[in-house]
């Protein structure tokens, strides 16, 4: 999702205000870093780089997080989602309906495993997959001659999709439903953690993720035992009854052991991490009421706010990016086109009605700096400037 972690990106000319952090993981890792480095020390010790004991705790610990029965971790969110597809036997001729609003990964994955993404449009207020496109999709993917075998909602930007709906929809038609919770780990829904709403759930432990670790990393939640004794041995070259039996085709898909043991000790703190999100989220909706359009969370969910987005009038973002540019103040556009317009995926269906909610989203979204440090004075300057900027 993110390239520009912490560091000054698109940053600061006024050299009296100090720069902002667009995501500030150095501000965990000062708050963390003894544990951390007696975690990895740890490690280092024993030498157990591949499958040593951290990873398999880190798997338990996920599972009883988010209450799923089983966690397997692996190497990145996109493996996470791959290893999935290739359980459940995705491929040629297979249609899997994917939103058009997301990160190239949710369909990419579809792609590698030589089945088609239809895309489908999404919600305007949640960014999330639209039920009535989804349902639009399936159809298009029929009369495509494709066989509709899942659906990949994504949890955009730390919120839940509307998994009641499209669990139901998805029921009606015997399609396997995968959650793309790269951003949304911890988040819930009707005070269930993601990691449970769908027959799988990927998610990712990319740095700037809201559970972050310090290169990649990813996990699938399931409570399907078959599924995830699959996964098991799918991210492990498909081994079978040992290491050097060979019972299907697999790929090099593990979490390396520092990075469980990484993992564990931000596991520790997650929770608060987020409620803090909730707060500076919950801070910038106030600020900037009315002056631009704020996300919207409904009373059934929480989010993880991996992304704090909010919506302009089409033509007014370049100026205000600009704007804050010049204060010191970095900004993103996730993203700036959807996946069917793309040079990757323009080739691939799109639902019947098109995806005219992801197009006109891709104009309006600006995503200002949201992370677990950000300081009440800090993000008052922020807020100032969207405003100021706004008003000239
Ligand atoms: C929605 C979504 N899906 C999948 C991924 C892939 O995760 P990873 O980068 O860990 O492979 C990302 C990461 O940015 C994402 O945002």
């Not at 085709?249 to 909730?278: H, S, V, Y």
């Amino acid at each position: 999702m993110v390239s520009n972690l912490n560091l000054g990106m698109n940053q600061h000319t006024r050299a009296s205000e100090a720069p902002i952090p667009f995501i500030d993981i150095a501000a965990q890792r000062r708050r963390l870093g003894p544990a951390i480095d007696a975690a990895v020390a740890r490690v280092l010790a024993h030498c157990q780089f591949i499958g040593g004991p951290e990873v398999r705790q880190l798997e338990t610990e996920l599972a009883a997080f988010c209450g799923a029965r089983h966690a397997i971790a692996c190497s990145s969110g996109t493996d996470a989602l791959l290893l999935v597809l290739m359980g459940w036997g995705i491929g040629p001729g297979d249609a899997v309906i994917c939103p058009a609003f997301t990160f190239c990964a949710t369909a990419e994955v579809v792609a590698l495993c030589g089945a088609t993404p239809v895309m489908a449009d999404v919600d305007a207020d949640t960014f999330n997959l639209d039920p009535a496109s989804f349902e639009r999709a399936v159809a298009t993917a029929k009369k495509l001659g494709l066989k509709p075998r899942a659906v990949i909602p994504v949890d955009l930007f730390g919120l839940p999709a509307d998994h009641d709906a499209i669990a139901s929809i998805a029921a009606g038609y015997r399609l396997k439903v995968l959650d793309d919770a790269a951003q949304a780990f911890g988040a819930t829904h009707k005070e269930r953690k993601l990691g449970t709403l769908a027959h799988a759930t990927a998610t990712s432990f990319f740095p700037a993720k809201p559970l972050g670790c310090y290169g990649d990393g990813g996990a699938v939640l399931t409570d399907d035992d078959e599924l995830a004794g699959l996964l098991q041995s799918l991210r492990v070259h498909g081994q079978g009854t040992d290491k050097y039996d060979a019972a299907r085709i697999g790929i090099t898909g593990r979490l390396d052991t520092i990075q469980a043991a990484i993992l564990l000790e931000k596991l520790k703190i997650f929770p608060d991490e987020i409620a803090a999100r909730n707060t500076i989220a919950q801070r910038y909706t106030v600020g900037l009421d009315r002056a631009v359009v704020t996300p919207r969370v409904g009373n059934t969910s929480t989010s993880v706010w991996a992304q704090y987005t909010i919506r302009l009038a089409p033509g007014r973002r370049d100026a205000l990016a600009a704007a804050l540019k010049a204060e010191g103040i970095p900004t993103a556009i996730y993203y700036a086109k959807p996946l069917h317009q793309q040079a990757a995926y323009r080739a691939f269906p799109v639902a019947e009605g098109g995806a005219p909610v992801s197009e006109r989203l891709a104009d309006e979204v600006i995503s200002l700096p949201m992370h677990a440090y950000l300081e009440s004075g800090v993000q008052d300057r922020i807020i100032a400037a969207v405003r100021g900027a706004l008003a000239r």
